[in-house]
């Protein structure tokens, strides 16, 4: 069940990006959504210890729940940052201009869709919540800039040969079988599309599933 006000905001944005004389307006709307996500995702480092963050309650449940919070923060994360810059932009993602792989102390460069139950836990304990969190600031700053910057005639360009095939040699996306999908699902959008999935309405579900799980740690 998606929240409602997000939901109707997330309705708003695309039907404004649509139209030449409102997409201006789209980007403010698409920005002001993503505030109030991230007014979320920082109030969990309020509210949980960080232990919280590795903690799976619903472990063998199908759905974006059956994961950690800090697992579900970073794969946010690593798929805007991929998508906005390596794809969006062509520029280097905030990833690795900013040396996070050695600041957060990941053991993986990619997305994290291959992990599956313990592998995802193994992986949350690993991580420097504090460099995790200064990465999520700068990819949402950075990829905020680049939609604002954008044309309206851009948002309806293709993702290029050229640019998936830059995307495969960064080996960002794991081979896995449920990871390597992302790159066709990704590469057939045009650039609205990249902005609605993932860039917004992939937030709302992880955000939403990161709260069923802190609901249920806290139960």
């Known amino acids: 069940m998606m929240n409602k006000v997000w939901s109707e905001l ?9 139209k030449e004389d409102t997409y201006k307006a ?4 698409f920005i002001d959504l993503r505030n109030q996500l991230m007014e979320i995702l920082t109030s969990f480092r309020e509210e949980l210890s960080r232990e919280d963050f590795d903690k799976i309650p619903f472990l063998n449940s199908d759905g974006y729940h059956n994961k ?16 906005a810059h390596t794809l969006i932009s ?12 050695e600041r957060i102390n990941s053991p993986i460069i990619t997305t994290g869709n291959e992990l599956i139950k313990e ?10 919540l504090k460099e995790l969190y200064s990465y999520i600031f700068e990819v949402k700053e950075s990829t905020e800039k ?18 998936k095939e830059h995307l495969k040699s960064l ?27 993932p860039l917004l309405r992939h937030w709302i579900m992880h955000i939403e599933a990161s709260l069923r799980i802190k609901n ?3 139960s």
């Open 10 to 18: 997330n309705k708003t944005v695309q039907a404004q990006l649509r």
């Open 26 to 29: 789209g980007i403010g709307t």
């Open 68 to 83: 950690t919070i800090a697992y579900s923060i970073w794969h946010i994360f690593r798929i805007e940052d991929i998508v």
């Open 90 to 101: 062509e520029r280097e993602q905030v990833f690795f201009s900013g040396y996070y792989r």
């Open 119 to 128: 592998q995802i836990a193994d992986f949350s304990k690993r991580l420097d």
């Open 146 to 163: 680049i939609i604002d910057n954008l044309s309206y005639n851009e948002l309806k360009k293709k993702i290029s040969e050229e640019r």
């Open 171 to 197: 080996n960002v996306v794991s081979h896995d079988k449920n990871a390597i999908w992302l790159i066709d699902y990704w590469c057939v959008k045009d650039i609205r599309g990249l902005i609605q999935m």
């Open 216 to 218: 249920k740690i806290h």
